[in-house]
């Protein structure tokens, strides 16, 4: 679990970096968007792949038996222990956020726009939306400027909410990385200049819809919710006039680059080969046995299927081919103790 979530991380840093180096100011926000759905999906993934373990290899581990040490670990099973509690903690808020909204829905009035139902509320929000839902002040409905509409409307028709849901699932996971924080205001800043972008083309008065943006400004936000009040920086409205960058095509290509050397660095470790395994395993396979009671069975001995331990070379070799294994071939074969000299009989 540790190694994977290294590994993720490390495969979301790349991701996220060449995202903040050279996409987030691009105005192709369809790509950053799907980039940045498939960069979080990639990382997830790569951390499970392994290169050059043969399927007879694989077999060979999967046949050999596996020897569970006698000391259990209670730290690791505390630590374990917290860590489902936090998640549970985790999934627990989401499924309050996911109840909130349905009981909103339910208790107010709605009406259906275009592509979207709008929710009529009582409380003091600006709009936001949720899936299909739009969720706008009663009393500001009738005299609400249609751009506004036409915002939220974007992220209803664009499925915004899906990429927060996926988000939010891999952060109630991997809580334990802070950098999803930081990758899910990416999105979700994309996700406002996509509905941006819409309107903006739509209505062609970039001015007119800038001063709605600061006119319209709110803190408040729901953590599963598209909102207009989302982020609204110098950054955002830049973007608005930003010209899209004849290099922008030359960035999109670098992509491909960039995934292969996450691939190549986050991969699992391909291990040893299966006669190396072989190797080990014949001078392990019975080690728990040798130390309880000092002996080795005759037989094995005299069929070369175990091979003892005699020099500290041997030893040596052994343990070289156990810090080369994988996480896989590391589980299916017993740890050698520290190696000890023999005893010289004077």
């Given at each position: ?6 590994r ?12 903040k180096?050279?996409l ?9 968007r799907?980039?940045?759905?498939g ?13 050059g ?16 040490p ?12 917290i ?10 808020r ?17 009406l ?22 739009i969720?706008?002040?009663r ?44 990758y ?43 909102g ?26 670098m ?32 080690m ?14 005299k ?8 020099t ?20 299916s ?14």
């Amino acid at each position: 679990m540790i190694l994977y979530v290294l590994r993720f991380s490390l495969a979301l840093a790349f991701i996220l970096g060449f995202y903040k180096l050279l996409l987030e100011k691009e105005k192709s926000y369809n790509f950053n968007r799907f980039y940045l759905l498939g960069g979080l999906l990639f990382s997830l993934i790569v951390p499970l792949v392994s290169f050059g373990a043969s399927r007879e290899v694989k077999q060979m581990i999967n046949e050999m038996p596996v020897y569970i040490p006698t000391n259990y670990n209670h730290q690791v099973s505390l630590l374990v222990l917290i860590y489902w509690i936090v998640t549970s903690l985790f999934f627990l808020r989401f499924g309050v956020h996911i109840f909130d909204f349905i009981r909103k829905i339910r208790k107010h009035e709605r009406l259906t726009f275009e592509h979207a139902v709008v929710v009529l509320t009582d409380q003091k929000i600006t709009p936001y939306s949720f899936l299909k839902y739009i969720f706008i002040r009663r009393e500001q409905y009738d005299s609400l400027p249609p751009e506004i509409l036409k915002h939220e409307l974007a992220h209803v028709t664009q499925l915004h909410t899906i990429d927060i849901f996926f988000i939010e699932l891999v952060k109630n996971f991997i809580w334990v990385n802070p950098m999803l924080i930081i990758y899910k205001r990416a999105m979700q800043l994309n996700h406002e200049f996509l509905a941006d972008n819409s309107v903006v083309h739509s209505h062609n008065n970039i001015k007119y819809y800038q001063g709605l943006l600061i006119d319209y400004l709110d803190a408040s936000k729901t953590p599963l919710s598209c909102g207009f009040n989302f982020s609204v920086t110098k950054k955002r409205l830049k973007m608005m006039r930003k010209q899209k960058e004849k290099i922008h095509s030359i960035k999109q290509s670098m992509v491909i680059p960039l995934f292969i050397l996450i691939l190549i660095a986050c991969s699992d470790n391909p291990g040893v080969s299966g006669e190396e395994m072989l190797n080990y395993w014949r001078s392990t396979a019975n080690m728990e046995e040798v130390l309880r009671t000092g002996t080795m069975d005759d037989e094995d001995l005299k069929k070369s299927i175990i091979v003892p331990i005699e020099t500290k070379a041997r030893y040596d070799s052994l343990m070289d081919i156990y810090n080369r294994m994988n996480k896989a071939q590391k589980k299916s074969v017993y740890k050698l103790p520290a190696y000890l000299e023999p005893i010289s009989e004077e």
